[in-house]
């Protein structure tokens, strides 16, 4: 309700301080949070690329037994893709991969862009590679993290390809 829409207002606007204290007055009041409440808080931080709070919420939501969806997956992977943690992001993948949710093309999309920053051309390489072969279709912003990830490297002819 109009709690999760709140918390999603200070997630997008980058108050992450302000979100989590919503969140905090919204689990005291005793409403039940849900996958969006959490998720907000999440993505709060993973913007910033503060992965550390945003796994902190991440196990409270847990703790508070609600399942996590694909998508608060996506924003864990993001949060260490800001930093350009690769080894982080891809933590994330194998743990979506274990709990049997479905690894789309925002996932390999934030997995590349992680990969991008980190300076690491073949592993970017190898992760499309993988989301072809698994028949994910790749979106413009995943072209644009190939390209990225190129250009990061100095090599626009492979850019151009």
């Not at 390999?108 to 499309?128: C, H, L, P, Q």
Request: hydrophobic share 45%; charged share 25%.
């Amino acid at each position: 309700g109009s709690y999760n829409m709140l918390l999603d207002a200070y997630a997008k606007t980058d108050n992450a301080e302000a979100c989590e204290k919503w969140l905090q007055h919204l689990i005291e009041d005793g409403i039940e949070a849900n996958v969006t409440s959490y998720a907000s808080a999440i993505y709060a931080h993973a913007r910033r690329g503060d992965a550390a709070s945003a796994e902190k919420w991440l196990k409270r939501m847990v703790a508070a037994g609600i399942d996590p969806d694909a998508a608060t997956y996506n924003v864990l992977i993001l949060s260490h893709g800001v930093k350009g943690n690769a080894s982080g992001a891809e933590a994330w993948l194998a743990e979506m991969r274990t709990r049997g949710l479905e690894v789309s093309v925002c996932t390999y999309t934030a997995v590349i862009n992680a990969v991008a920053k980190s300076g690491d051309m073949s592993a970017a390489e190898r992760w499309f590679q993988r989301m072809l072969e698994e028949e994910v279709q790749p979106s413009v912003a995943t072209f644009s993290a190939m390209i990225d990830t190129c250009a990061k490297a100095g090599d626009m002819v492979r850019a151009e390809q």
